[in-house]
């Protein structure tokens, strides 16, 4: 039995001559759409091509330039011919509850008023007036023509040449007609299209388009360039009702609020002259949604209170600039650079307008602080890199961190302790009460006595603050009582110590009442700080003046700002009406620091850098001798015994002239006389310890 065959396409094969069943076969058809729906796709793909709408912007914002630039061409214009400019600037300043500003744009309308009805006037008589002078010289010129030709006749003896200038002025006119004649056509073809070339030039200028048509970067908020408008907007939308309301009000929709932007460094500052009922300080809290509003970050705007009234100053930076690093130090570009301690400038940046940054360090105290990790090691070791290019500068240094950030001074400083423990917190302190002991030597000098600066330097002064340990006497090392050692060093050098050039720098990270005591950072008279948590930080850091008047280290970015510090000092210039500057700070690594301090050493005739030794190690006391001699060839007796002790307190704190004595008798290095004092010979007593090392003597105990 077959079935019935069911052929839905032909077939082009011809059919099977023996084939006694066929299988019923389906083929269906490829899907199509219809072509008016590919057709839609394809206009749309290509319609929404980027390369396509980039195009259509392109198009459309440079057709807008021309019509935006002849609406500015056509209000400037109208600026210029009629008083509608004083009329704004008047209903502006009477907006802004400034009268007598008010009464001045009054009488600038009223004289310019009264020159246009002047010159209106002179119009009716100016018609015959141009007639009459204009025949007055066309005679005078004729008669000097014929006057000249006379001449020349006389002088070629020729009467033709009477009319010879009159002629050759009369074929210059007509070659100047020939010349129009020939230029005219294509002035006029050519005249629209330049003044067309004009009008587009203004427009782009200004940026005459809407922000649908600018490119990707502009619309995003990239790159956006500040203009009166942006910042009036940008104020407008603050939240501040007195503002917008005030703004409205303006005839000139604001304009008369801001003073010239200026160019300043790698962005643009203007001032800001708030309307009556808008304090200085509510544009200050909302400093965030002003740096958006201006398409920037909020790093990026940085805003200050200048001397002038209900005035702010707006610094915004350009997008994206404060990311790009600052160039090297001077100190490492320029070998032959020296340092001036009472008159000189250390080189320490860049302020925000990137112009140089330098500090005055000459009888100031110094503190630099801020979170962990943001630079504040390298910033305070600039300085003191520095200072150490002044040979009469002495250092004692502290470093509780003790990875070897200071490791290069050793050679420059007097004293180097380096470690983090409370043996070495115990050490610092000791080294901070003997500058006092020196501060107190100097202030009993004769008056007018000279000192070299002396410089007590604690890195992470922190952990001498937050040290648990007591003495004998009972008396904390740390805290910020009047028992603790520590801190009553500090302040004692702090009190009296600027006036005979015993200064205290001090660096200590994360700010609280507990790690860093009110007097102490008071105590100091340029203040520093990187980036920091919170606004209570930053008034502990720089104080309530400088954060009042717009210093902002808690806005800092941690990490991306390494190295950016705010500074309140009269040690450096900072713009009139400010209480801080921000300035962005060299980075001097250890390799260039290491350099430098070697220039250092080789100005020096040789420092000897006493070296703390933690408890129970074992001592050569005639190598801890010869090592605190240095290179200077003879030492008191008396300066021996503070050295050694300096060095350590436990082997040689109790020594007297007689431990001094023996020891040094018994390798024949005895002291001896010098001017009348006791002294010790460095060269004795190198002699005798390579005597003893060479037939290998026990030392002396």
């Known amino acids: 039995m077959s079935e019935n065959v069911v052929h839905l396409h032909k077939s082009s094969e011809p059919p099977a001559e023996d084939a006694s069943v066929t299988m019923l076969t389906v083929v269906p058809d490829a899907p199509t759409a219809p072509l008016w729906v ?85 119009l009716l008589t100016s018609p015959v007036d141009v007639a009459k002078g204009a025949l007055v010289g066309t005679g005078l010129g004729i008669g000097a023509l014929v006057a000249l030709g006379v001449a020349l006749a006389i002088a ?111 962005g643009v500052e203007v001032d800001v ?40 100053r707006l610094w915004i930076a350009d997008s994206g600039a404060l990311d790009e690093p600052i160039g090297p130090s001077p100190l490492v570009t320029d070998e032959t650079m020296t340092a001036d301690y009472a008159k000189g400038r250390a080189p320490w940046g860049q302020d925000l307008r990137g112009d140089a940054a330098a500090l005055s360090l000459y009888q100031r105290h110094l503190l630099i602080t801020g979170l962990s990790n943001q630079g504040k090691t390298v910033a305070l070791r600039s300085l003191a890199l520095w200072l150490s290019l002044d040979k009469s500068v002495q250092f004692l240094m502290g470093d509780l961190k003790g990875v070897g950030d200071w490791a290069m001074f050793d050679g420059l400083a007097t004293t180097l302790i380096q470690g983090p423990t409370d043996e070495h917190v115990i ?20 008056p007018g006595t000279v000192f070299p600066p002396l410089i007590v330097l604690v890195d992470e002064a922190q952990v001498a603050f937050m040290c648990p340990l007591k003495d004998e006497d009972k008396r904390p090392y740390g805290g910020s009582k009047a028992t603790s050692r520590y801190f009553m060093a500090v302040r004692k050098i702090h009190n009296q110590g600027r006036a005979v050039n015993v200064l205290m720098w001090q660096g200590t990270q994360d700010p609280t009442d507990q790690n860093l005591p009110k007097l102490v950072r008071e ?138 004595k023996r020891v040094l008798e018994a390798y024949g290095a005895e002291p001896y006389k010098s001017d009348g004092r006791m002294v010790v010979a460095r060269d004795r007593v190198l002699r005798a310890l390579r005597n003893r090392d060479g037939d290998g003597s026990a030392s002396a105990s």
Not at 217 to 246: C, F, H, Q, W, Y
Not at 280 to 298: C, D, I
Not at 531 to 553: C, F, H, N, Y
Not at 582 to 592: E, K, W
């Open 38 to 122: 590919r057709s839609g796709r394809a206009v749309r793909r290509i319609a929404t091509d980027e390369r396509t709408t980039t195009a259509a912007r392109a198009v459309a914002r440079h057709s807008l330039y021309v019509w935006g630039g002849s609406r500015i061409v056509a209000r400037r214009t109208w600026d210029g011919r009629t008083g509608a400019r004083y009329e704004r600037f008047l209903r502006a300043a009477e907006a802004a509850g400034n009268m007598e500003l008010a009464g001045e744009w009054e009488e600038r309308l009223q004289h310019f008023r009264d020159a246009r009805h002047r010159r209106r006037m002179d």
């Open 156 to 266: 070629n003896e020729d009467f033709t040449d009477v009319v010879t200038p009159l002629m050759a002025v009369i074929k210059f006119i007509g070659l100047l007609i020939t010349i129009v004649q020939v230029v005219w056509p294509y002035a006029i073809t050519l005249g629209p299209l330049l003044a067309l070339l004009a009008v587009w030039s203004v427009g782009a200028h200004q940026k005459a388009a809407p922000q649908w048509a600018m490119p990707a970067n502009i619309r995003d908020g990239e790159g956006e360039p500040i203009t009166p408008s942006i910042v009036v907007k940008a104020l407008r939308d603050l939240g501040i009702p007195a503002m917008r309301n005030a703004i409205k009000e303006m005839g000139d929709a604001g304009a008369s609020m801001l003073g010239p932007i200026r160019i300043a460094g790698c």
């Open 273 to 312: 002259t708030l309307p009556s009922g808008v304090s200085t300080n509510e544009v200050q809290q909302r400093r965030r949604k002003l740096a958006e509003n201006l398409t920037r970050h909020e790093h990026e705007v940085f805003i200050t209170i200048p001397q002038a009234a209900r005035t702010v």
């Open 427 to 446: 050490q610092v302190t000791e080294m901070v009460e003997g500058a006092v002991e020196e501060m107190n030597r100097r202030i009993q000098a004769p």
């Open 523 to 660: 105590g100091a008279h340029t203040r520093a700080s990187l980036a920091l948590g919170t606004e209570s930080q930053a008034r502990m850091a720089l104080g309530d003046k400088a954060v009042d008047g717009g210093a902002a280290p808690n806005l800092l970015r941690p990490g991306l700002d390494r190295g950016t510090l705010v500074v309140a000092s009269d040690g450096i210039a900072i713009p009139a009406g400010q209480a801080s500057i921000t300035v962005r700070t060299h980075y001097i690594d250890d390799d260039a620091a290491i350099a430098i301090t070697d220039r250092a050493k080789a100005m020096r005739d040789g420092v000897t850098t006493l070296h703390v030794i933690e408890k129970g190690e074992q001592r050569d006391p005639l190598a801890d001798i010869a090592s605190v001699l240095g290179d200077a060839p003879r030492v008191l007796t008396q300066d021996v015994l503070k050295r050694l002790a300096s060095l350590n307190e436990d082997a040689y704190g109790d020594w007297t002239n007689g431990d001094l």
